[in-house]
C-alpha cells in the first residue's frame, strides 16, 4: 500500500500553487479596430485578437475571399460564422473561456503573397476587437491619414483623463469633484451626486465568483458636453463576498450595453485584495453621455487571469 509523506504532500501543494501562479495573464485587448499588415514572408507568431461572448468580431480584407477560404478551429461552438465577399464575421460561444486560444486560417486564392492569414483569437470576460482590417497590399495614403487621425484623437482623449486623473488625486475633497470637471454647478444638478440602491433588483448567475450583498449605484453631472449632451460620472459600489480559497483582486471591469452592443470601459478600485472568507468594498466608475446613461447595464468583472469572473444584470443609475 502506497502511503504519502508529509514531505511529498507539500511539494506537491506547491508545484500545484506555482502552476497556478504562472498561468498566463489576459491579452491587453483593444477595443477600438485593429489594422493588420501581412508580411509576404512567413512569422513564427499569429497575431492575436481577442473575443469574447455575443460580441461579434469582423475581419475585413483587401482581397476577395474564395469559398472555403476559411478554417476556423471548433466551428461548430461558434453562434455564428458569417463569410462575404472581403469580410468574415464571428460570435463567439457564451461558453467560450478567459484565456481560451482557436486558430483562424483564411487563405487566399489570387496568386499574391502571403497565401495565407493564421491568427490567433483569444477568450476575453467583456473585451473584443470589434473590426479587424487586414492588409495584403499596400495601403493607400488615406489610409494612414486616417490612422493618424484615431492616434491623434486618442492621445488627446489621454491628455484629458490625466489632467481629471491629476484633480482627482488632489486631495480636494467635495472641491475636488468641481475642480475636476466631475461635478457642474447648475439648479438641475442641485442635489449634487445622486444614489440608488440595485440589491433588489439585480441579476447574479450561480457561476459568479463572488456574491455581491449590497450593490449602490451614482451619478453626478460633470461640467463637460460631447456631441451635444451632458456627460455623466457614473459608479457602481459594491460590498462583496470571498467564499473561495483564494483571495480575490479585480483587474479590470465593463459595462456592456444589451447583447452583442457597445462595452464601455471603466475604472476599478477596491482597498485591498479580498481574502478567503472576507468581504470588501469595490468601486467601479466610467463616464456616459446622458442618454447612455438612462439605460440598463451588464457589468463584469475579472481578476488577472480572467477566470474568476463576477456579472451583474440589470444595473442601471439614478
Excluded at 479580498?274 to 446613461?293: C, D, F, R, Y
Aim: negative net charge.
Amino acid at each position: 500500500m502506497l502511503t504519502s509523506s508529509p514531505a511529498v504532500l507539500l511539494l506537491l501543494a506547491l508545484l500545484a500553487d506555482v502552476s497556478a501562479t504562472t498561468q498566463p495573464a489576459l491579452p491587453n485587448c483593444e477595443v477600438s479596430p485593429h489594422r493588420l499588415e501581412l508580411s509576404a514572408a512567413p512569422t513564427d507568431k499569429a497575431p492575436e485578437v481577442c473575443i469574447s461572448p455575443d460580441l461579434p468580431t469582423t475581419f475585413r480584407f483587401d482581397s476577395p475571399l474564395p469559398p472555403g477560404a476559411v478554417e476556423l478551429q471548433a466551428r461548430e461552438r461558434f453562434e455564428d460564422v458569417s463569410m462575404g465577399t472581403r469580410s468574415l464575421t464571428v460570435i463567439p460561444p457564451e461558453n467560450l473561456q478567459s484565456g481560451e486560444r482557436l486558430k483562424l486560417v483564411v487563405r487566399f486564392t489570387d496568386g499574391a503573397a502571403p497565401t495565407s492569414a493564421t491568427f490567433e483569437l483569444v477568450g476575453h470576460p467583456a473585451r473584443a476587437a470589434r473590426q479587424v482590417e487586414v492588409f495584403r497590399n499596400r495601403r493607400t495614403v488615406e489610409d494612414y491619414q486616417q490612422e493618424v487621425q484615431e492616434k491623434e484623437a486618442r492621445i488627446r482623449q489621454l491628455q484629458t483623463e490625466l489632467v481629471r486623473t491629476q484633480a482627482e488625486g488632489s486631495g480636494l475633497g467635495i472641491t475636488g469633484l468641481f475642480a475636476s470637471g466631475l461635478l457642474s454647478v447648475d439648479a438641475k444638478n442641485g442635489q449634487g451626486v445622486l444614489a440608488k440602491d440595485l440589491a433588489s433588483v439585480i441579476t447574479m448567475p450561480s457561476a459568479n465568483t463572488l456574491p455581491a450583498r449590497t450593490v449602490i449605484s451614482y451619478r453626478s453631472t460633470t461640467a463637460r458636453w460631447e456631441k451635444d449632451e451632458d456627460v455623466m460620472r457614473v459608479a457602481v459600489a459594491m460590498l462583496m463576498e470571498n467564499r473561495g480559497t483564494d483571495p480575490w483582486t479585480a483587474k479590470d471591469a465593463a459595462l456592456l450595453v444589451g447583447k452583442g452592443q457597445d462595452v464601455k470601459e471603466a475604472k476599478v478600485w477596491q482597498p485591498a485584495p479580498i481574502p478567503p472568507g472576507g468581504s470588501s468594498l469595490v468601486m467601479v466608475e466610467t463616464e456616459l453621455l446622458a442618454h447612455e446613461a438612462r439605460g440598463t447595464f451588464s457589468l463584469k468583472l475579472w481578476d488577472e487571469n480572467g477566470g474568476r469572473l463576477v456579472t451583474l444584470g440589470g444595473v442601471t443609475f439614478p
